[in-house]
């Protein structure tokens, strides 16, 4: 299985003596968007798994009647949810400014 399709070739399709660079300012181009986008889905993945282990101190902490821990966990829980907000808004701000070919999707099997 190679990694260019259809698609590249129709990119390569565009370039001409005019252009004689598109091809690869096409490439970088997706690279850079790609990269960032790859970096901001890691950093939402941490949030989220973060905010999921705050609400399991929360649910442990209410659990035991412990109203310091709860009230402990709650500020965190709060401030993970800001976090994870800001990187999921980032997230969704890089994929309108990439257009709209550039989605995440989700693994076959899952």
């Not at 980032?90 to 257009?99: E, I, K, T, V």
């Amino acid at each position: 299985m190679g990694y260019l399709d259809e698609q590249f070739c129709q990119i390569e399709d565009l370039q001409d003596e005019a252009s004689p660079n598109f091809t690869e300012e096409v490439v970088s181009l997706f690279f850079k968007n790609s990269t960032r986008l790859m970096t901001n889905i890691e950093q939402a993945i941490i949030g989220a798994s973060r905010m999921k282990n705050e609400c399991t101190s929360f649910r442990n902490s209410c659990g035991d009647e412990n109203a310091e821990g709860c009230m402990r966990s709650f500020q965190n829980l709060k401030r993970e949810h800001g976090v994870l907000r800001q990187k999921l808004e980032s997230y969704f701000q890089l994929l309108r400014q990439a257009g709209p070919a550039v989605t995440a999707t989700r693994p076959r099997g899952m």
